[in-house]
Structures are given as C-alpha cells and as structure tokens.
C-alpha cells in the first residue's frame, strides 16, 4: 500500500481474503507506520476464530481511504486492528469489501468484467495499495 496524503509513502502487503468473514484487518505495525495510532476507536472484541482454535481478537477499529495501484476509485473502508508481529500480511480485505467493490474481477484492475481465480505463486496474490487517513 502507498499513503495518498502528504505523508510519505509507504508499501504493505494486502491479501484478497474472499473466505474471510471477520472483516478487513489491518495491523498495529501498519496503523504506527502511517502514524495514525491515535485514530484507532478501541475495542477489546473476538471478531473470529483462527484455526488453532483462538479467538482472533481485535484491539479496535480505524477508517482508511485506499486505491489500489492502477485503480481509479477511492474506497473507504473501516478496519479492525490486531496486534501480531509475525503474520504473514499486514492488510486482509475481506468477503464483504471483495464483494462489494468486485475486486476479484480482472475489471477490478481495469480490465474486463470476468473472475479471476487466485494464482499459486504467492508473490502474484499480493496487492499494491495506497492508504490515506480518514479525517
């Protein structure tokens, strides 16, 4: 992801997570990075379950403004905040928003309107985005 703000920019590893139905999720590293810790609304809430059987937890909520690189939209989204130094993300975008805006589309990537079914090389599966902060 890339800050569209006059802040610096920044890249973060993005997943298209259509199976994930806890929300979108962004981590604290990622909120410290773009300096915005002091947006986050706090919570103590299980979203989800992870597979080992763990409730995945989220220490609160933060609305961000992200395009994707090569996209020609501004979304708006709001994001839960884990806390974790060992995922192997930092921003999921989930079910809902997938569906919502399409992005699993090769017209997501401006491009025509057909599926696009996920890749086995994990490098491909990553997306570039560009962040803002909500005011």
């Known amino acids: 992801m890339e800050l569209t703000s006059a802040v ?4 973060f590893k993005v ?9 979108d999720l ?12 002091d947006k986050v609304q706090t919570c103590n ?10 409730g995945l937890k989220s220490i609160g909520t933060i609305v961000l403004r992200w395009e ?5 939209k501004i979304f708006e989204t709001r994001f839960h905040v884990l806390e974790g130094d060992c995922l192997p993300w930092q921003i999921i975008l989930g079910a809902e928003t997938c569906a919502a805006h399409n992005l699993l589309t ?8 057909r599926q696009v079914f996920p890749r086995k090389n994990k490098s491909k599966s990553i997306m570039s985005l ?4 909500h005011d």
């Open 8 to 11: 610096p920019s920044n890249k």
């Open 15 to 23: 997943v298209l997570d259509a199976g994930c139905h806890a929300g």
């Open 26 to 37: 962004i981590t604290s590293d990622v909120v410290v990075a773009l300096n915005c810790m």
């Open 45 to 54: 809430e299980v979203i989800g379950m992870c597979l080992h059987g763990d």
């Open 68 to 72: 994707g690189v090569g996209f020609y």
């Open 106 to 113: 090769v017209g997501a990537f401006a491009g025509s309107k």
């Open 130 to 133: 560009r962040l803002a902060i």
